[in-house]
């Protein structure tokens, strides 16, 4: 199977690649490089002895990608390329939107115009909101808090409304929790670029000395130690649901929605004193002020996933902060330019 990969480059693409490759599915990224580096291309081949096709450009450059398509003769297409930090978001809505929405528009007008019907798209748990109680199901009433959601909901109502007039079309929403950790070689993590906004990589950075300590955003929520509970999931469970899903829905006619999540909830305390124990390092913090938006807890109900596209999280925490480790010590700047 040949598949489409925007955004291949970066975090979630680039694991999702290996995991295609090595599965035998051949995956032809489009990446325009704002937030990665060439020099994955190099780490992808040297995991699995295969260069996958690139091409530099942006998605919402329809020229550009007419002749992608035109040449690279794909069934599927899976839809990482964006934009995603919220705090960036709501200094930013308008390239937020351009990018997420009218991107995602761009790319689908292109796919239908080279008759490429099956498309699935990065969501994320973001659009659940503050969930009224979890865990989370994909029935959930959706609300977005700030632009970085607020993108991902128009991008999945748009695709609904897309799927409706165009019944032809296989259409996945895929809702991610929280993706964290590395490919276990230590060849490939999460490298974000300045201040990571994310739990996990600012722990890392704490711990490889690249940063003097993390700041605990709320010690009162009303949750197992007042810290905030998220759902963590392994990079390359979350990489192996793509598969599940292009296996088992992607030639299916149809609006499909699951839930990427594990089912259980950490805190952020309980993630440092994992990852500590993982790196065998004291990782310093403080405890801070709420950070404004974030809920108390949150983590998702996988059945859906697990009936349907028979896909279930099977790492652990300790795989998520010993991989992470691994990534982190071996490359503590991130990637090399190129
Ligand atoms: P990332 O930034 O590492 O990867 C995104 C990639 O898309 C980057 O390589 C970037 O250069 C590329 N890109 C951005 N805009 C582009 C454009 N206009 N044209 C071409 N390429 C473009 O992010 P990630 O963590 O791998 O996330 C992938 C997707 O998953 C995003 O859509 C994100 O919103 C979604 N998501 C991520 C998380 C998370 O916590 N990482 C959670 C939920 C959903
Ligand atoms: N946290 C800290 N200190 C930090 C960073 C985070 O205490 O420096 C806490 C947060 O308050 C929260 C938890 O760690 O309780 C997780 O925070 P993240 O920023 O890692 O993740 P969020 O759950 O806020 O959001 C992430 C992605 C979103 C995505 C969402 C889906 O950033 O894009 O998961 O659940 F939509």
Not at 290 to 318: N, Q, Y
Request: net charge negative; with cysteine.
């Amino acid at each position: 199977m040949r598949v489409l990969v925007t955004g291949g480059m970066g975090y979630i693409g680039s694991h999702t690649c290996v995991q295609m490759i090595e599965a035998g599915m051949t995956p032809v990224i489009v990446d325009n490089l704002y937030n990665s580096k060439k020099s994955v291309l190099g780490r992808i081949e040297k995991l699995t002895g295969v260069s996958p096709a690139f091409y530099e450009g942006d998605i919402r450059d329809r020229a550009f990608l007419d002749s992608v398509l035109a040449e690279a003769n794909v069934e599927a297409v899976i839809h990482f390329a964006g934009l995603k930090a919220v705090g960036e978001s709501v200094e930013k809505p308008l390239e937020y939107y351009d990018n997420n929405v009218h991107g995602t528009l761009v790319l689908v007008e292109a796919m239908r115009a080279a008759g490429v019907n099956s498309l699935i798209f990065s969501s994320s748990a973001t659009v659940y909101g503050d969930p009224a109680s979890v865990p989370i199901t994909e029935d959930f009433p959706t609300s977005a808090t700030n632009p970085y959601g607020r993108s991902k909901l128009m991008v999945e109502e748009c695709l609904t409304d897309i799927q409706k007039a165009h019944p032809e079309m296989s259409i996945t929403l895929l809702r991610y929790f929280n993706p964290v950790g590395s490919h276990p070689s230590g060849e490939m993590g999460e490298d974000p670029q300045g201040i990571p906004n994310n739990l996990m990589p600012f722990i890392s950075q704490v711990a490889v000395g690249r940063r003097e300590y993390l700041s605990v955003f709320g010690d009162d929520y009303p949750t197992v130690d007042g810290t905030g509970v998220r759902d963590y999931i392994h990079v390359l469970d979350l990489a192996d649901g793509h598969l599940a899903a292009l296996t088992h829905k992607g030639r299916e006619a149809g609006l499909h929605i699951y839930n990427l999540g594990t089912g259980n909830g950490f805190s952020v305390l309980q993630m440092v004193e994992a990852f500590s124990q993982s790196a065998g390092v004291e990782v310093a913090y403080q405890i801070a002020p709420r950070r404004p938006g974030d809920i108390a807890e949150c983590w998702a109900d996988p059945a859906k996933a697990k009936a349907e596209l028979k896909w279930e999280a099977t790492r652990t925490i300790e795989d998520m902060t010993t991989d992470t480790w691994r990534w982190q010590s071996a490359n503590p700047t991130g990637y090399p330019e190129l």
